[in-house]
């Protein structure tokens, strides 16, 4: 069953920071099954507090969305976008 990625931006810091985290993060996708469905793109709030953006990427299932976010590649990555804002993520099966 598909699962999903969700990182909800709130605020970046640090831009260089988060640059680098940018780079790590999309080398660390090689040889996995990611779909990209939206990348900071353009946000408006409905309800509750603005984001500045967010991010949605599609897996074939919720163990190959936790393989990815579990593996040493995205989790060096991870550590530049801890330091560059203050980000809510969750990954969420869906609904095939």
């Known amino acids: 069953m598909t699962a999903y990625?969700?990182?909800v931006r709130n605020s970046?810091?640090?831009a260089e920071t988060f640059a680098t985290y940018g780079d790590l993060a999309g080398k660390s996708m090689a040889g996995h099954a990611?779909?990209?469905?939206?990348?900071?793109?353009?946000?408006?709030?409905?309800?509750?507090p603005?984001?500045?953006?967010?991010?949605?990427?599609a897996f074939p299932?919720?163990?190959e969305a936790?393989?990815?976010?579990?593996?040493?590649a995205?989790?060096?990555a991870l550590t530049h976008r801890l330091?560059?804002?203050?980000?809510?993520?969750?990954?969420?099966?869906?609904?095939?």
């Open 74 to 76: 995205y989790q060096e």
């Open 66 to 72: 936790e393989a990815w976010y579990d593996s040493p």
């Open 50 to 57: 603005a984001t500045e953006s967010a991010v949605i990427i």
């Open 34 to 48: 990611i779909t990209p469905l939206a990348v900071y793109g353009k946000t408006r709030a409905t309800d509750g």
């Open 5 to 7: 990625f969700v990182a």
């Open 83 to 96: 330091a560059s804002g203050d980000y809510q993520t969750f990954i969420i099966q869906g609904v095939d």
């Open 12 to 14: 970046i810091s640090d």
């Open 61 to 63: 299932t919720f163990e």
